[in-house]
DNA sequence: GCAAGGACGTA
DNA sequence: GTACGTCCTTGCA
């Protein structure tokens, strides 16, 4: 037997490095290693030939960077730089690359390819054979024997020297000065710099080899160091006695590692066209393909590409085809079944980026200008750099800036501690802490690159940092968003770093709230010590970095790049100015509504005492519940989930008609009224920003299921407009002195898009003539001329209208208009006779979302709902009414993002001032010089209104009606 | 001090 | 019947 043993990794380094970046055509698929790879791998089976020609074979590999020795020294290997990200792809492929070639590949979980050899090696000589080990790694030198049982090879061509070079005693002899057997106990005391293996400092191959051919090995050297002549030698063999033998251990290879395959299934195979040939024709290597058919005597063209791995062409299909396409390589992406090509690559990046582990202790502290130029300089050189900012608060308009990392590659990031302050940070704040950048030295040097549109600046939230760079004189430029990769790929589901960490790098990072604390003690990152600010601040932009490398991966893959460029990462920076210009909230008025209100809320609550006949807390729907059902003893008393009895205001107004109950009346009003006071006359005054004088919301582009956007910190799209009260409220929002505010609304949007998808003749028409779209709705449902029309009847036209949008049921249906199940069941029955396409979207979606998971928008926008085929009836039918509203609210969402992403450049080219400052779903709202509304607001409907072309073509009008005024409510 | 539940403001 | 965010009470730690 003569086993020939292939270390893997030295080759894919080898080919790696020797060879100029090759990718794919048809996809781009880094495969250039691969192609090193194969072509050592051929040479070598042609080279040994004849005598030398083994009977078995395998390629050995590394599998993880974790080993035992890990746990031995925590420091072995620490600095090794994780892998480029264009080969670590490519790892996968060797290994496909080498079952082509019928040779198996090994590799083991938590060894290294070095042990699994030596362990084959040995285990080959036990039975009798002879062994060659083809590398050139030092490490295996020790396992070569004097007999030549055990042999090395080396075919890394070197300049002036022969292809094929033999390794054995004597060459062992010439690079450690001792037979292979004594090789360990001389890398015992010289230790590795590559590897990080200690050693005995000071002391390099020539003395070690001297003192092993001395004393014989390092136990016997350790022994008997007292003897050694040297002082300076003797006292460091002393002193680091343990860190010898504990490197001795780390050098020592393993031969007891449970191997994968016996040695019997080693054997050579031949090599098989129909395997190899698909494979190399996978990754388009045209010319290897051609010349190894040949001298394997086969035809090329009388296989295809391996299609597992083949690059599949983009197929121009219409949109359904294109949507099942896409379902597919979302679940071969999920199932981890490499279909598209791109699939693969993603499937394959995200392995190899999990398997990079975290070293927070790893990361640099940047105190100084010339290290933060060399990252600077690394970031120019890479093209791409993450970058996170630490600050004082979770408002970006008005936190203060703290620190910024960077991250350059996984495991290589850094933390520049800028506003951090000494001391216990008592109530005078601390001083300035020791040990940080001038903050106009880092601004300066950073600025450029910041502003540098061909440096990818990456971002988790880069809505956030850019708002707070920005008021720092750091604006950006070309960015990407980890946050928007996300929800562009796989929409709410994942919304925090912490959550995206824990599911694509199965990483914990490390909780805010270990630094901050929490509650009334809570901190502020510019009270961390410095130390832990940079790990915690290294590991997000290093997390950052690793999540986009994934979720890029897969933008292509998933069909996800058109909505991502064009609807999120446009939106961003639009969004991130509204945010910084708030709007302008008068106190006085809120001042003034909030002592109407507390007076009035007052006198609620002293009559529904007196009627209660008792004191109670009008706050607690529990307490109430108790009041209404159990001591008054009214009827008809509901529970809800929980068992407590309902209160909500359907309930209390029925109570109040049907049971003449005065109380329940009481309480709505009381409601209402305290409703506006807390959420919104007393709070609202708080938000106003002291250096800025306005409110400015956060909004999320992240968080809604149908592409929405949602408002926070105050939530500005749930300001009152319904009743009287609440409409004040609105009064209180104004244009700045010498301004005015124009609001612009799509006129009933989402059934104008329903009539579109769902192809409603009947509705297109009344839109097109420019109908009361209920009064009409009524009209063919009941048969009743729209003059004179009860209010009533368009009243329930109206609800049905709404009910279909929201994914209509009986059930549903009946609450809404207080009338029988029957009832409302007859009235969907008659609203699908009268307009039939409707009832056809239905079906659509809720086929879709079974089959395919999601549904989209006419923009492409995908709306995932992973229970769609959930076992509990309630809830699938949840995601079937979910799965009917979804395409056309998001396709609503999707058209305003459009406009917004227009505006400000549309208004620009028109020459018209205008501010836009909030968005509420339907309506925008600008701020515009006074007297300035006639020019503006034809401009604006105009962006509105056309804000779907050219990629879609509404076969119904959009209508955007628009006013302006001092104050919203005026303007709306 | 925190999470859950109920209620209610918007499109 | 869809999609959100906030306030308040309650119950548990």
């Given at each position: 037997?003569?086993?020939?043993?292939?270390?893997?990794?030295?080759?894919?380094?080898?080919?790696?490095?020797?060879?100029?970046?090759?990718?794919?055509?048809?996809?781009?698929?880094?495969?250039?290693?691969?192609?090193?790879?194969?072509?050592?791998?051929?040479?070598?089976?042609?080279?040994?030939?004849?005598?030398?020609?083994?009977?078995?074979?395998?390629?050995?590999?590394?599998?993880?960077?974790?080993?035992?020795?890990?746990?031995?020294?925590?420091?072995?290997?620490?600095?090794?730089?994780?892998?480029?990200?264009?080969?670590?792809?490519?790892?996968?492929?060797?290994?496909?690359?080498?079952?082509?070639?019928?040779?198996?590949?090994?590799?083991?979980?938590?060894?290294?390819?070095?042990?699994?050899?030596?362990?084959?090696?040995?285990?080959?000589?036990?039975?009798?054979?002879?062994?060659?080990?083809?590398?050139?790694?030092?490490?295996?030198?020790?396992?070569?024997?004097?007999?030549?049982?055990?042999?090395?090879?080396?075919?890394?061509?070197?300049?002036?020297?022969?292809?094929?070079?033999?390794?054995?005693?004597?060459?062992?002899?010439?690079?450690?000065?001792?037979?292979?057997?004594?090789?360990?106990?001389?890398?015992?005391?010289?230790?590795?710099?590559?590897?990080?293996?200690?050693?005995?400092?000071?002391?390099?191959?020539?003395?070690?080899?001297?003192?092993?051919?001395?004393?014989?090995?390092?136990?016997?050297?350790?022994?008997?160091?007292?003897?050694?002549?040297?002082?300076?030698?003797?006292?460091?063999?002393?002193?680091?006695?343990?860190?010898?033998?504990?490197?001795?251990?780390?050098?020592?290879?393993?031969?007891?590692?449970?191997?994968?395959?016996?040695?019997?299934?080693?054997?050579?195979?031949?090599?098989?066209?129909?395997?190899?040939?698909?494979?190399?024709?996978?990754?388009?290597?045209?010319?290897?393909?051609?010349?190894?058919?040949?001298?394997?005597?086969?035809?090329?063209?009388?296989?295809?590409?391996?299609?597992?791995?083949?690059?599949?062409?983009?197929?121009?299909?219409?949109f359904?085809?294109?949507?099942?396409?896409?379902?597919?390589?979302?679940?071969?992406?999920?199932?981890?079944?490499?279909?598209?090509?791109?699939?693969?690559?993603?499937?394959?990046?995200?392995?190899?980026?999990?398997?990079?582990?975290?070293?927070?202790?790893?990361?640099?502290?940047?105190?100084?200008?010339?290290?933060?130029?060399?990252?600077?300089?690394?970031?120019?050189?890479?093209?791409?750099?993450?970058?996170?900012?630490?600050?004082?608060?979770?408002?970006?308009?008005?936190?203060?800036?703290?620190?910024?990392?960077?991250?350059?590659?996984?495991?290589?990031?850094?933390?520049?501690?800028?506003?951090?302050?000494?001391?216990?940070?008592?109530?005078?704040?601390?001083?300035?802490?020791?040990?940080?950048?001038?903050?106009?030295?880092?601004?300066?040097?950073?600025?450029?690159?910041?502003?540098?549109?061909?440096?990818?600046?990456?971002?988790?939230?880069?809505?956030?940092?850019?708002?707070?760079?920005?008021?720092?004189?750091?604006?950006?430029?070309?960015?990407?968003?980890?946050?928007?990769?996300?929800?562009?790929?796989?929409?709410?589901?994942?919304?925090?770093?912490?959550?995206?960490?824990?599911?694509?790098?199965?990483?914990?990072?490390?909780?805010?709230?270990?630094?901050?604390?929490?509650?009334?003690?809570?901190?502020?990152?510019?009270?961390?010590?410095?130390?832990?600010?940079?790990?915690?601040?290294?590991?997000?932009?290093?997390?950052?970095?690793?999540?986009?490398?994934?979720?890029?991966?897969?933008?292509?893959?998933?069909?996800?790049?058109?909505?991502?460029?064009?609807?999120?990462?446009?939106?961003?920076?639009?969004?991130?100015?509204?945010?910084?210009?708030?709007?302008?909230?008068?106190?006085?008025?809120?001042?003034?509504?909030?002592?109407?209100?507390?007076?009035?809320?007052?006198?609620?609550?002293?009559?529904?005492?007196?009627?209660?006949?008792?004191?109670?807390?009008?706050?607690?729907?529990?307490?109430?519940?108790?009041?209404?059902?159990?001591?008054?003893?009214?009827?008809?008393?509901?529970?809800?989930?929980?068992?407590?009895?309902?209160?909500?205001a359907g309930?209390?107004e029925?109570?109040?008609?049907?049971?003449?109950?005065?109380?329940?009346?009481?309480?709505?009003?009381?409601?209402?009224?305290?409703?506006?006071?807390?959420?919104?006359?007393?709070?609202?005054?708080?938000?106003?920003?002291?250096?800025?004088?306005?409110?400015?919301?956060?909004?999320?582009?992240?968080?809604?299921?149908t592409g929405r956007?949602?408002?926070?910190?105050?939530?500005?799209q749930n300001?009152p407009i319904r009743t009287e009260?609440g409409r004040?409220?609105?009064?209180?929002?104004?244009?700045?002195?010498?301004?005015?505010?124009v609001s612009a609304d799509y006129s009933q949007i989402e059934l104008r898009i329903l009539a579109h998808i769902a192809d409603i003749q009947a509705l297109k028409d009344a839109f097109e003539e420019g109908l009361d779209i209920h009064a009409m709705t009524a009209s063919e449902m009941f048969k009743v001329p729209i003059e004179g029309m009860p209010s009533e009847i368009r009243r329930r036209a109206k609800a049905i209208n709404f009910g279909i949008i929201y994914g209509i049921s009986a059930f549903g249906l009946a609450n809404q208009l207080g009338i029988p199940r029957g009832e409302a069941g007859d009235y969907i029955k008659t609203y699908f006779e009268r307009f039939p396409g409707i009832r056809d979207y239905m079906e659509e979606m809720r086929r879709r979302v079974?089959?395919?998971?999601?549904v989209t928008t006419l923009f492409?926008r995908?709306i995932?709902?992973?229970?769609?085929?959930?076992?509990?009836?309630?809830?699938?039918a949840?995601?079937e009414r979910a799965s009917i509203n979804a395409p056309i609210q998001g396709t609503a969402a999707d058209l305003i993002r459009r406009a917004?992403?227009?505006?400000?450049?549309?208004?620009?080219?028109?020459?018209?001032?205008?501010?836009?400052?909030?968005q509420v779903h339907d309506e925008l709202i600008?701020?515009?010089?006074?007297?300035?509304?006639?020019?503006?607001i034809p401009?604006i409907t105009d962006i509105m209104q056309t804000a779907a072309e050219p990629a879609i073509r509404f076969s119904i009008p959009i209508q955007v009606d628009a006013h302006?005024?001092?104050?919203?409510d005026e303007a709306h």
């Amino acid at each position: 037997m003569h086993l020939l043993l292939v270390d893997g990794s030295t080759y894919i380094f080898r080919a790696y490095h020797a060879l100029p970046p090759l990718t794919r055509k048809s996809d781009g698929l880094p495969v250039g290693c691969v192609s090193g790879f194969c072509n050592m791998l051929f040479k070598l089976t042609e080279d040994l030939k004849g005598e030398d020609e083994p009977t078995h074979m395998a390629v050995i590999f590394d599998h993880s960077a974790k080993s035992f020795r890990n746990e031995l020294y925590g420091e072995y290997k620490a600095h090794r730089p994780p892998a480029p990200e264009d080969l670590a792809p490519q790892f996968p492929l060797t290994r496909d690359a080498t079952r082509a070639f019928s040779i198996p590949p090994i590799e083991l979980e938590g060894w290294e390819a070095d042990d699994i050899i030596a362990t084959y090696a040995c285990a080959a000589r036990r039975a009798g054979g002879k062994v060659t080990i083809v590398s050139s790694d030092k490490d295996l030198m020790q396992l070569i024997e004097p007999d030549g049982s055990i042999r090395m090879l080396d075919t890394i061509p070197r300049p002036g020297q022969p292809p094929l070079r033999w390794i054995g005693p004597e060459e062992v002899f010439a690079k450690f000065g001792v037979t292979p057997d004594k090789v360990i106990e001389v890398q015992a005391l010289c230790g590795d710099s590559v590897d990080n293996v200690p050693g005995v400092p000071g002391i390099g191959v020539k003395t070690a080899a001297e003192l092993i051919n001395t004393y014989g090995d390092l136990e016997t050297l350790l022994s008997r160091a007292e003897e050694i002549k040297q002082p300076a030698r003797r006292q460091k063999l002393i002193d680091n006695a343990d860190l010898a033998r504990i490197s001795k251990q780390l050098v020592t290879l393993s031969q007891d590692v449970p191997l994968p395959l016996e040695l019997d299934a080693l054997a050579r195979q031949p090599i098989d066209p129909g395997t190899l040939i698909p494979f190399l024709k996978a990754m388009e290597f045209t010319t290897i393909t051609k010349r190894l058919a040949a001298l394997l005597d086969a035809d090329p063209d009388a296989w295809e590409a391996d299609p597992a791995l083949a690059a599949k062409p983009v197929s121009a299909v219409g949109f359904d085809n294109a949507a099942r396409a896409e379902a597919r390589a979302a679940r071969h992406a999920a199932d981890g079944k490499a279909d598209a090509p791109a699939v693969l690559h993603a499937h394959r990046t995200h392995e190899a980026i999990r398997a990079i582990p975290f070293d927070l202790d790893a990361y640099t502290t940047i105190t100084d200008p010339e290290t933060l130029a060399a990252w600077i300089a690394g970031a120019r050189q890479q093209g791409h750099v993450a970058i996170d900012t630490e600050t004082t608060g979770l408002d970006n308009q008005a936190a203060d800036l703290v620190g910024i990392s960077l991250a350059l590659a996984p495991g290589q990031a850094a933390y520049i501690p800028l506003g951090h302050v000494s001391g216990e940070g008592d109530i005078f704040g601390g001083g300035h802490a020791e040990g940080q950048m001038e903050m106009k030295d880092a601004i300066a040097l950073l600025a450029p690159l910041l502003a540098d549109p061909s440096i990818l600046k990456i971002f988790h939230n880069f809505k956030y940092d850019h708002g707070v760079l920005c008021r720092f004189g750091l604006p950006v430029e070309g960015f990407d968003d980890t946050i928007l990769l996300s929800y562009a790929l796989d929409g709410p589901q994942f919304n925090t770093m912490a959550e995206l960490a824990r599911h694509w790098l199965g990483h914990e990072g490390i909780p805010i709230k270990d630094l901050l604390g929490s509650g009334k003690s809570q901190k502020t990152f510019a009270q961390v010590p410095i130390p832990d600010a940079a790990r915690y601040g290294a590991e997000d932009a290093d997390i950052t970095l690793r999540l986009w490398h994934i979720l890029k991966a897969r933008l292509v893959p998933e069909n996800a790049t058109a909505v991502y460029e064009t609807l999120e990462r446009k939106l961003a920076p639009v969004l991130a100015r509204m945010e910084a210009r708030g709007i302008s909230v008068d106190r006085q008025i809120l001042a003034r509504l909030s002592g109407d209100f507390a007076q009035r809320a007052a006198a609620f609550e002293a009559e529904a005492h007196e009627l209660a006949g008792e004191k109670f807390n009008l706050g607690s729907p529990k307490q109430l519940g108790d009041i209404l059902f159990g001591k008054l003893g009214l009827p008809g008393g509901t529970r809800t989930k929980s068992g407590q009895w309902a209160t909500g205001a359907g309930v209390l107004e029925d109570l109040a008609a049907r049971e003449n109950v005065p109380l329940a009346k009481v309480i709505v009003d009381w409601r209402g009224l305290t409703k506006l006071k807390g959420t919104y006359t007393d709070a609202l005054p708080g938000y106003i920003n002291p250096r800025t004088g306005r409110v400015h919301t956060t909004y999320s582009q992240h968080s809604v299921l149908t592409g929405r956007l949602s408002s926070n910190d105050p939530n500005l799209q749930n300001i009152p407009i319904r009743t009287e009260d609440g409409r004040k409220i609105r009064t209180a929002f104004v244009a700045a002195p010498g301004n005015e505010l124009v609001s612009a609304d799509y006129s009933q949007i989402e059934l104008r898009i329903l009539a579109h998808i769902a192809d409603i003749q009947a509705l297109k028409d009344a839109f097109e003539e420019g109908l009361d779209i209920h009064a009409m709705t009524a009209s063919e449902m009941f048969k009743v001329p729209i003059e004179g029309m009860p209010s009533e009847i368009r009243r329930r036209a109206k609800a049905i209208n709404f009910g279909i949008i929201y994914g209509i049921s009986a059930f549903g249906l009946a609450n809404q208009l207080g009338i029988p199940r029957g009832e409302a069941g007859d009235y969907i029955k008659t609203y699908f006779e009268r307009f039939p396409g409707i009832r056809d979207y239905m079906e659509e979606m809720r086929r879709r979302v079974k089959s395919e998971g999601f549904v989209t928008t006419l923009f492409g926008r995908k709306i995932l709902f992973p229970n769609a085929n959930s076992k509990n009836p309630a809830e699938r039918a949840f995601v079937e009414r979910a799965s009917i509203n979804a395409p056309i609210q998001g396709t609503a969402a999707d058209l305003i993002r459009r406009a917004m992403i227009r505006m400000e450049p549309g208004l620009k080219a028109a020459k018209i001032e205008a501010d836009m400052l909030l968005q509420v779903h339907d309506e925008l709202i600008f701020e515009i010089p006074e007297g300035t509304a006639d020019k503006a607001i034809p401009v604006i409907t105009d962006i509105m209104q056309t804000a779907a072309e050219p990629a879609i073509r509404f076969s119904i009008p959009i209508q955007v009606d628009a006013h302006a005024a001092t104050n919203w409510d005026e303007a709306h």
